[in-house]
């Protein structure tokens, strides 16, 4: 199931994975069994402790509008408006080669 950007006519990812346990939630991308793309709903924030990557993300509303986007290094803390809670997160490079920016609608196929 891909994650598409209807305003660019892009693809985010070809594959996702939609995170419901805690265990996936608090590990992330860390997990190696996880999805090298993670979908997941959080108003706390997230964290890449321990990552060695960087990675991209985006925060949407409830109408799958990005509303918030980052490049992030490890060891990094990320916040938002705590309005918004749907989290997509990434490999790096995917913001860039996908053309997204703030503002575009996304779908999640």
């Known amino acids: ?21 805690v ?15 993670l979908i997941f709903k959080t108003r706390f924030g997230i964290h890449t ?3 060695k990557t960087k990675i991209d993300v985006i925060v ?9 986007m980052a490049k992030l290094k490890p060891w990094r803390v990320f916040f938002w408006n705590p309005l918004y809670n749907l989290v997509v997160e990434m490999p790096q490079g995917v913001i860039k080669n996908s053309k997204t920016e703030l503002g575009d609608r996304i779908e999640i196929r």
Request: hydrophobic share 40%; charged share 25%.
């Open 60 to 68: 949407l509303d409830r109408n799958l509008k990005v509303v918030k």
């Open 23 to 37: 265990q996936d939630l608090l590990l992330g991308l860390l997990n190696p069994r996880s999805p090298r793309t």
């Open 1 to 21: 199931m891909p994650i598409y950007n209807l305003t660019r006519e892009s693809i985010i990812a070809k594959d996702f994975k939609q995170v419901q346990k």
């Open 49 to 51: 402790f321990g990552l």
